[in-house]
């Protein structure tokens, strides 16, 4: 009973001394970062646009940041065979997604970049939980994306 106790009053104790913030929160990223982004033009695949889109619009049209950025980005997404077993059956794939950024400044070139990630995963008898798996990994591979490009621009 009282080890119980204990693990309870110190889990407790940690949990209200911890000092968590969100890092993609819009009071830290107005604090953090020094840049904004005053328009994206997109182009090629919408589904993964629409994903970095969502994910950028914290940085649009802040105020009080004096860098401010134009964006076009055109995108892609590829899925190829990269094995097949012993009847030509495919046995591993690869989803890749490439970003082409063009960043701009005052309608200056200021960088050409692009940003790449790939996975390979296994295929699947369920056609529809391999469908499923391959939007759940286009989602984490935009996600990983979209930290490289706010890397980025903190760089500049």
């Known amino acids: 009973m009282k080890i119980n106790k204990i693990t309870i009053i110190l889990t407790l104790f940690l949990l209200f001394n911890c000092d968590y913030k969100p890092i993609y929160s ?10 904004t982004i005053n328009s994206i033009v997109f182009s090629g695949e919408n589904k993964i646009n629409k994903k970095l889109q969502n994910n950028l619009t914290n940085y649009l049209n802040l105020k009080s940041k004096k ?27 690869v989803i890749i997604i490439r970003f082409n950024i063009d960043f701009l400044q005052n309608d200056k070139l200021v960088s050409n970049e692009k940003f790449e990630k790939s996975y390979e995963y296994k295929n699947m008898s369920n056609k529809y939980d391999l469908k499923v798996y391959e939007e759940n990994v286009r989602n984490n591979l935009v996600d990983n994306i979209y930290e490289d490009i706010i890397r980025y621009l903190n760089l500049l």
């Open 26 to 35: 819009t009071k830290s990223i107005e604090k953090n970062k020094n840049f």
């Open 67 to 93: 860098i401010k950025y134009n964006l076009i980005i055109d995108s892609s997404s590829i899925r190829k065979i990269s094995s097949r077993d012993k009847k030509g059956s495919p046995e591993r794939y």
